[in-house]
């Protein structure tokens, strides 16, 4: 084996020259800054096509970025894998979709669509949601809830009711004597339903309550309630409280036994606990449900292959072989792998294919340090200086031929809005970069410094009519690729086309072993 390999994930920090909102440049970098005056670097993709998306308009995220970097390969990914399943059919002749129709047709009871309501294709896509409405109708399904989480954060911040217009528009028009089609519930991405890697069950019960019970403060329509809250918080669309629509002083749409739920997020991390609460027997105590419904429950993907959860999904997602993980065990060289909660499953389960178990559970390690359960821009140095910790500690045994980790700090304090904080948290990226730094010179190891997407790059834009307004979303930026050796000047080839699934090659040929077939090619002259 050559000498060890340390790859460090700058979650959300892209490049860019642009200034505006642009909390990377801003930042004092002087690692950075270093590295990238005195050592090989170049730009690779991070988005669209590049990562499995439909288009370059289609925005990178940290699933399809470490499956891309864990693989080496380009597969079709989140929004391309259901529009083809959508366009082809095959999702509505599933034995999942027809089951759940011929449920609701059976009892005479309702169907639900429950999901993000944007086209931010990230997690979801309302042309998913309003194809399997429209699909459902002519079915003969004649009652259809929807249950409305909003966005603001892979999509403009104040957005929502343009895509509640949307769907109102479309139910209007569905709407006759023998459908019914209505929105039942909501409340912004971060306050309900749409927690990630356990770190708080809080959010998924109240969105439980509020969806499943109609427990909640209650209106006439989705867009009195977020002109309410609007006014009377000046939150922005993800922080938006729950809601409950009426009629009669009665919640329109609680679910209820003998319905069928569609959760038609196709993005897994933040779908996995209210799969669980819908999928998961007695022997589920995150929280307590209370009345626990009787309903045939699909998400739009599986979310976790080894889990098995959910039991039903619509459409099947990319079986990602040939990772570098198998190539790293097949050539019996040991690896070590670790990032705070909020991205440790990016740095495991995506990176290795999607999937939750090791390969080889002699030859790899992961470690976990707990995330805060509290807003990232309160605390925006997050647990980075723990993983530096771990990955020093890693590098010194000597034990591990390639290392990996994730600092989340771009990322997650980015989608908070907070420009100041998200100086500060790239500004501690940069400090715990210098720690690997000098343990990689020490160790005679070789560093390489990318980002899964951006984010930090772009907390500001300018909007229509010209006017500067948040971004919270990601941006469409690519990211650096750097390389350190301190023995050697490597040189990096000049290819506009090189992206994330590059990333995997060119570790493989900094170890000295024969990368797959399949995969795409080294960075590397």
Not at 210 to 233: L, P, Q
Request: proline content about 4%; glycine content about 8%.
């Amino acid at each position: 084996m050559n000498k060890p390999v340390v790859l460090v994930v700058m979650d959300g920090v892209g490049e860019t020259p642009v200034e505006l909102g642009n909390m990377v440049l801003k930042a004092t970098t002087p690692t950075l800054d270093d590295l990238k005056a005195t050592q090989p670097w170049r730009t690779i993709r991070a988005h669209g096509e590049a990562v499995g998306l439909p288009t370059d308009d289609d925005m990178g995220n940290s699933e399809v970025g470490h499956n891309a970097l864990g693989c080496g390969q380009i597969y079709s990914q989140g929004a391309k894998l259901v529009n083809e399943s959508i366009e082809s059919g095959k999702i509505f002749s599933s034995d999942t979709w027809n089951a759940l129709i011929g449920n609701v047709k059976k009892n005479g009871s309702t169907l639900h669509f429950l999901g993000l309501l944007s086209d931010g294709n990230v997690h979801s896509n309302i042309h998913h949601l309003i194809a399997m409405i429209r699909e459902a109708k002519q079915e003969g399904v004649s009652r259809v809830r929807c249950h409305i989480l909003l966005d603001g954060r892979d999509v403009p911040a104040t957005s929502a009711l343009d895509y509640v217009t949307r769907l109102e528009n479309v139910l209007a028009e569905l709407n006759d004597s023998g459908f019914d089609g209505r929105i039942a519930s909501g409340g912004g991405r971060m306050k309900i339903t749409m927690d990630r890697y356990q770190a708080n069950w809080a959010m998924v019960k109240a969105g439980w309550d509020v969806h499943v019970h109609g427990v909640g403060r209650r209106f006439a329509s989705a867009k009195e309630a977020i002109e309410t809250y609007r006014a009377e918080t000046g939150a922005i669309d993800q922080d938006l409280p729950a809601f409950v629509i009426a009629e009669n002083d009665e919640p329109v749409g609680t679910i209820n036994d003998g319905d069928s739920v569609i959760l038609f997020n196709f993005r897994g991390d933040r779908a996995l606990e209210i799969s669980m609460a819908f999928d998961g027997g007695e022997e589920f105590t995150a929280f307590d449900r209370g009345r626990r419904p009787d309903v045939q429950y699909a998400g739009m993907l599986q979310y976790d292959g080894d889990l098995n959860l959910p039991k039903r999904f619509l459409v099947n997602p990319p079986e990602i072989r040939h990772t570098l993980t198998e190539l790293l065990v097949e050539n019996r060289i040991p690896e070590y792998a670790c990032s705070e909660t909020q991205k440790y499953g990016h740095v495991t389960y995506f990176w290795n294919g999607n999937r939750s178990e090791k390969f080889s559970e002699e030859l790899e390690v992961w470690e976990e340090v707990p995330s805060d359960v509290r807003s990232f821009d309160e605390c925006p140095w997050m647990k980075a200086t723990q993983i530096t910790d771990l990955v020093i500690k890693a590098l010194e045994s000597g034990k591990y031929g390639f290392i990996r980790c994730n600092f989340p700090n771009g990322d997650m304090v980015g989608h908070t809005g907070n420009c100041l904080a998200t100086e500060i948290a790239v500004e501690t990226v940069d400090l715990c970069l210098a720690r690997i730094k000098k343990v990689v010179e020490d160790t005679g190891a070789i560093l390489l410094v990318t980002a899964d997407h951006g984010n930090a790059d772009q907390m500001l834009e300018k909007d229509k009519k010209g006017n500067i307004a948040p971004r919270t979303a990601h941006s469409l930026n690519p990211v650096p690729f750097i390389i350190y050796d301190p023995d050697a000047k490597h040189e990096l080839k000049e290819d506009p086309t090189f992206g994330l699934a590059n990333v995997a090659p060119t570790v493989a040929q900094l170890l000295g072993i024969k990368p797959y077939d399949c995969w795409k090619e080294s960075m590397l002259k």
